[in-house]
């Protein structure tokens, strides 16, 4: 007959570490695809789980869309934008 195990007696092979997993994290990077009618479109590819949309668009400044150079240098970036646990970080 085996001795009655307690609700407070920890099974056997069990650890006090707490939960091994660890918050997920969602990377999302923005590549630009084109400029029209004053906003760039960025095609979106994610690390991680959530995949809530693959295309979003950001409007430009009308200062920003007149100068060659400005637009060059928004359209040639990739922005990199890290979810973890509410917080938020941007790359460009």
Same mark, same amino acid.
């Given at each position: 007959m085996?001795?009655?195990?307690?609700?407070?007696q920890?099974? +056997?092979?069990?650890?006090?570490?707490?939960p @091994?997993t660890? *918050?997920?994290? #969602?990377?999302?990077? &923005?590549?630009p695809?084109?400029?029209?009618n004053?906003?760039i479109?960025?095609?979106?590819r994610y690390k991680?789980?959530?995949?809530p949309?693959?295309?979003? +668009?950001?409007?430009?400044t009308s200062?920003? @869309?007149?100068? *060659?150079?400005? #637009?060059?240098?928004l &359209?040639?970036?990739?922005?990199?934008i890290t979810?973890?646990?509410g917080?938020?970080?941007?790359?460009?």
């Open positions: 085996q001795p009655q195990r307690h609700l407070w920890k099974k +056997k092979g069990s650890t006090s570490s707490g @091994s660890k *918050p997920s994290q #969602l990377t999302m990077t &923005l590549f695809t084109k400029f029209e004053g906003k479109e960025y095609k979106i991680g789980r959530s995949r949309f693959s295309r979003a +668009k950001a409007l430009v200062e920003q @869309s007149r100068d *060659p150079t400005k #637009l060059k240098e &359209l040639s970036q990739v922005l990199t979810l973890d646990g917080t938020s970080s941007t790359n460009a």
